[in-house]
Antibody, heavy 124, light 111 residues
Framework: EVQLVESGGGLVQPGGSLRLSCAAS????????MSWVRQAPGKGLEWVAN????????YFVDSVKGRFTISRDNARNSLFLQMDSLRAEDTAVYSC?????????????????WGQGTLVTVSS | QSVLTQPPSVSGAPGQRVTISCTGS?????????VHWYQHHPGTAPKLLIS???NRPSGVPGRFSGSRSGTSASLAITGLQAEDEADYYC???????????FGGGTKLTVL
């Protein structure tokens, strides 16, 4: 069974940092692109960042470029999101999601498995 | 303001049919990028409902179907059931913004 479990969320002051983790199991982690997606309170879903299987390509939404870093440890089946210079507008539930670049999602990537998310609150 | 536009809410009685629209532009759906749909019960992990416009992943009931035409896509749910009450999101890719984009979400209420 595919499982994605996020951790590391919490309350942080504006300008602070937080590192999120996502533990993957039930599939060959190193074979998949992985993404972080967030949902601010009362808002819709927003894609944040993704990373290629070997970490050689990483992409970010403009609002987090230069502040967030995505990384992975394939030996430990783990995905990370380092968030620096946090702002109030970064407050959201952050979920990791698997991107199958095959089958029906080969042409335009989709997210076939998601974690439940971890809440990040940026407030003084 | 989401790049993909969805109605904030739709509703229907048990057994009825509802549709949810997703309107994009020439840089996303109109450019030929596929549309995927997700079902999200708050507090749980979102679930992939329809992939590549029309395909149902294994385990998704046949009551759910998708379509795409021009710069828009639609999700149809027939034979509404109480457990269908959830938020629904469309997703695609935008070649101008160079990001994955989601619709603002549609809350389905089963009356």
């Amino acid at each position: 069974e595919v499982q994605l479990v996020e951790s590391g969320g919490g309350l942080v002051q504006p300008g602070g940092s937080l590192r999120l983790s996502c533990a993957a199991s039930g599939f060959t982690f190193s074979n998949y692109w992985m993404s972080w997606v967030r949902q601010a309170p009362g808002k819709g879903l927003e894609w944040v960042a993704n990373i290629k299987q070997d970490g050689s390509e990483r992409y970010f939404v403009d609002s987090v470029k230069g502040r967030f870093t995505i990384s992975r440890d394939n030996a430990r089946n783990s995905l990370f999101l380092q968030m620096d210079s946090l702002r109030a507008e970064d407050t959201a539930v952050y979920s990791c999601a698997r991107e199958p670049r095959e089958g029906y999602c080969r042409s335009t990537a989709c997210f076939d498995y998601w974690g439940q998310g971890t809440l990040v609150t940026v407030s003084s | 303001q989401s790049v993909l536009t969805q109605p904030p809410s739709v509703s229907g009685a048990p057994g009825q049919r509802v549709t949810i629209s997703c309107t994009g532009s020439s840089s996303n759906i109109g450019a030929g990028y596929d549309v995927h749909w997700y079902q999200h019960h708050p507090g749980t992990a979102p679930k992939l409902l329809i992939s590549a416009n029309t395909n149902r992943p294994s385990g998704v009931p046949g009551r759910f179907s998708g379509s795409r035409s021009g710069t828009s896509a639609s999700l149809a749910i027939t034979g509404l059931q109480a457990e269908d009450e959830a938020d629904y999101y469309c997703q695609s890719y935008d070649s101008s913004l160079i990001v994955f984009v989601f619709g603002g979400g549609t809350k389905l209420t089963v009356l």
